[in-house]
């Protein structure tokens, strides 16, 4: 059943107050992200894959928070 946008709002105000003071983003890229789904109700299983390698250039590599 799809989220009411009144839910959607909630989740989303629920996220900003609780992300508010975030500062480490190499240890809290992948719960940022989980929960940043959570406000519309999807898994990351569903639409993400975290840390996937991405070729950059010129031939350097690096990966992407989530894909």
Known sequence: MPL????????ALT?????ADAA???S????FWID????????NKRVATFE???KKLPG???KTDAL
């Open 24 to 26: 480490n983003e190499d």
């Open 15 to 19: 996220f900003s107050r609780t992300w």
């Open 36 to 43: 940043f789904f959570e406000i519309f109700g999807i898994t």
């Open 4 to 11: 009411s946008w009144n839910e959607i709002k909630s989740r």
């Open 60 to 62: 350097a590599h690096a």
């Open 52 to 54: 996937h390698a991405v």
């Open 28 to 31: 809290q890229a992948k719960p």
